[in-house]
């Protein structure tokens, strides 16, 4: 298998219901499908198990959290390639994962554009591109495409002690390890911005100047330089109607 494709859920029911179909809609079929269940008590293990389909992989057990439901879902993984797609975000287009199979080469993380959802209203963002990670992360997580045997040869997991941004020390691991990396122009996920990760985000931010200390070596004074320029695109998004994030959106559907 080119890709492994992972879905992470617990109690979404209807989250998982527009990633599996999404999933399922992909014209490219040299993919393996993973779900990674949290031991669901609301119908979404039933929903799994009655529309996953043959071939499918699903684990459904008690675990430690996103990030560690990640990691099983990644130790699961025998595609050359791994994608989280977690419940309730799904493909672009139905060829998405035929265009980003045209585009790997060789490189260790391949990445493109995404477009992010906030109540209802979609916002298509450009990358920042991989030479900004000493700031923050420079794409959505799920229009990110790891080498799997590259993970496995540096030991490369997901981190507990990270509660919002494991993802993101999880790819600045990869480049630390030397990763090449590979950008294609092209909108590859939709992500729905009511996530943790956005639900907390001055944890968020904590860990992120964290990770690019002890894994980046970030100095100080750019660390601080990065917080000034975060607080100041902030302030800036609130004022502007209908651009909420970092200014970094190519326009509004």
Known sequence: ????????????????????????????????????????????????????????????????????????????????????????????????????????????????DAIEILDGIEFKKKSRGIENINSGMFANHQSIYYKIDFARKFNILYELKYKIAADYAFTCRFIASGATSKYFSEWLCKFDMQGASNKNKKLGREENWRIQRE?????????????????????????????YARGRYAQRN
């Open 1 to 112: 298998m080119l890709f492994s494709v992972v879905t992470i859920v617990r109690n979404d029911r209807a989250g998982i219901q527009r990633t599996m179909r999404s999933v399922r809609s992909q014209d490219f079929q040299k993919y393996e499908y993973i779900l990674i269940d949290g031991a669901s008590t609301d119908g979404t293990l039933q929903y799994i198990n009655e529309n996953c389909g043959a071939g499918t992989i699903v684990s459904s057990a008690p675990d430690k959290g996103i990030y560690d439901a990640m990691n099983k879902g990644l130790s699961l993984a025998s595609g050359k390639y791994i994608l989280f797609m977690n419940a309730g975000d799904t493909f672009a287009d139905a060829d998405t994962l035929t265009k980003v199979s045209q585009h790997l080469g060789d490189a260790d993380v391949v990445y493109g």
């Open 215 to 243: 894994i980046l070596g970030v100095k100080l004074h750019q660390r601080i330089l990065n917080r000034c320029r975060y607080v100041a695109a902030a302030l800036l998004s609130a004022w502007i109607p209908g651009i």
